[in-house]
Structures are given as C-alpha cells and as structure tokens.
C-alpha cells in the first residue's frame, strides 16, 4: 500500500440534516461562504470529537438556523466522496421540526444569508454536493457523479416524507 501524496487534505467527517415539517417541506438555506460560488446547503457541517451524528445534526441546526424544535434524529445514509484532494463522508440525518410555525433565523450571516422551507420536489438550485448527495439518497434517487451514497437499512425514505 502506498502513501497518501502530501497535496491531499485530511479526511473530512461531516453530517447533513434533512430537518422535515408537518406539511413535508424540507429547511434549506443560501450558502454564500467566502471564496466558494452560492449554493443552497442542508443544516450541516464538522462532527465534532464526541458526538455522535445525530447529536452533530441536531447541534448544527440549532447553530445555523436558530432552529431548536427537533425531533427524532435518524441516520439514514452515509455519502463518500474521494477525489484527487481528500476523502469528505458526510452522514445524512432526518428529523423532525416539532414547532409547525418555526421560522428559522440567520445566526451566522457570513455563511447564510437566508433560510427557507421547500417542497422537496422543487428545491432551489444548485445545490451544495453533500446536500446534493444526501437529498439524493433520502429522496431514493441516484448519487450525484463523484458520490457513493450507503444507505441505512430500516429508515425508508418515505417513512420520513422523502419521496
């Protein structure tokens, strides 16, 4: 077996969150990080040492979008991608929003500028990879390219309200 070559970052484990209300729709948010191109993004992000996915899940989107009202978080699929830089696996998380009237918040304005619930059959676009990925597989549909998506046994999508 080879080294990895020293261009190629570390490993990145990270969790999207597919936080779900009564009437289906699905919170997704404007990212407008710096140096990236805008995409529209899943509450997600780092894992942190300690936690598990769906406590990262529910952490991130308390973080991101103000959101706290979250219920039964579920690891529902793990999405890799390997590339000439580095290897990203990020886990997908469904939940539940408890609060049918929430309205999310922009607590981090330099990496959202909004939020907004969506029809998960008429998401905006583009979208983030990983959230690409993740609503992919949660919505049974294939990988985008670059993607290897496992899913999770016994957590159907349309269990979740996924297709």
Same mark, same amino acid.
């Given at each position: 077996?080879?080294?990895?070559? *020293?261009? /190629?970052?570390?490993?990145?484990?990270? @969790?999207?969150?597919?936080? @779900?209300?009564?009437?289906?729709?699905?919170?997704?948010?404007? =990212?407008?990080? /710096?140096?990236?191109? $805008?995409?529209?993004?899943?509450?997600?992000?780092?894992? #942190? %040492?300690? #936690?598990? &996915?769906?406590?990262?899940?529910?952490?991130?989107?308390? +973080? +991101?979008?103000?959101?706290? #009202?979250?219920?039964?978080?579920?690891?529902?699929?793990?999405?890799?991608?390997?590339?000439?830089?580095?290897?990203?696996?990020?886990?997908?998380?469904?939940?539940?929003?408890?609060?049918?009237?929430?309205?999310?918040?922009?607590?981090?304005?330099? @990496? &959202?500028? =909004?939020?907004?619930?969506?029809? $998960? *059959? %008429?998401? $905006?676009?583009?979208? &983030?990879? %990983?959230?690409?990925?993740?609503?992919? %597989?949660? =919505?049974? /549909?294939?990988? $985008?390219?670059?993607?290897? @998506?496992?899913?999770?046994?016994?957590?159907?999508?349309?269990?979740?309200?996924?297709?």
């Amino acid at each position: 077996m080879t080294g990895a070559p *020293e261009n /190629r970052r570390a490993p990145v484990v990270g @969790v999207g969150a597919i936080l @779900v209300r009564s009437d289906g729709a699905v919170l997704i948010g404007r =990212r407008i990080k /710096r140096g990236e191109t $805008p995409t529209w993004c899943l509450p997600g992000g780092h894992v #942190e %040492a300690g #936690e598990t &996915f769906e406590t990262a899940a529910v952490r991130e989107i308390a +973080e +991101e979008s103000g959101l706290r #009202e979250v219920a039964g978080p579920r690891v529902f699929a793990v999405a890799l991608r390997i590339d000439a830089d580095g290897t990203q696996l990020t886990a997908g998380v469904v939940a539940r929003s408890t609060d049918p009237g929430a309205e999310p918040a922009t607590p981090e304005p330099e @990496v &959202f500028d =909004r939020w907004t619930w969506a029809r $998960p *059959e %008429a998401l $905006p676009t583009p979208l &983030f990879p %990983a959230s690409a990925a993740l609503l992919a %597989a949660w =919505r049974g /549909r294939p990988a $985008p390219d670059g993607w290897t @998506v496992y899913a999770t046994p016994g957590v159907p999508a349309e269990e979740e309200g996924g297709r």
